[in-house]
């Protein structure tokens, strides 16, 4: 199973490769109807965690995310940390060192980290 969006707007790219166990979620999302956009990406990766890689990598390289978003983010990061132990889970949180909100994306970061009860790799662009 493949997931294949491209950036728009106000819509994150989002990539999904089940061979790989890779998911890269990038870009700005704040989408008008979070429902309709993370709702059928939620439902394809619930499969894959039924039978998941031995590894699984994660990358965030989120530029802007409204709350709805974040909620969604939660939903999804929940739902792999739920699903595969820790140890073949690699969660990686991307950001720029030329952004002059850096600080605010690495908060979020770690304020998503706090929430979740886990440990994100922040990786500096």
Known sequence: ????????????KVIFNE???TLLISGKSYPQN???FYLPIISKLSNYLNH????????????????TSQRFLLQILSMFLKAIPK?????NWFYS??????????FAGHEI?????????????
Do not use: C, H, R
């Not at 140890?87 to 969660?91: A, D, M, T």
């Not at 060192?97 to 690495?106: A, F, K, M, R």
């Not at 980290?113 to 662009?125: D, G, H, S, Y």
């Open 1 to 12: 199973m493949l997931i294949q969006i491209e950036a728009k707007d106000n819509l994150p």
């Open 52 to 67: 998941p890689k031995n590894k699984t990598i994660i990358n965030l390289e989120i530029e802007y995310f409204q709350t």
């Open 87 to 91: 140890e073949n889970l690699e969660i």
């Open 19 to 21: 061979a790989e166990g």
């Open 97 to 106: 060192s030329e952004d002059e909100d850096e600080e605010d994306y690495v």
């Open 34 to 36: 979070a429902d309709q």
């Open 113 to 125: 980290e706090k929430i979740l009860n886990t440990e994100f790799n922040f990786i500096k662009k």
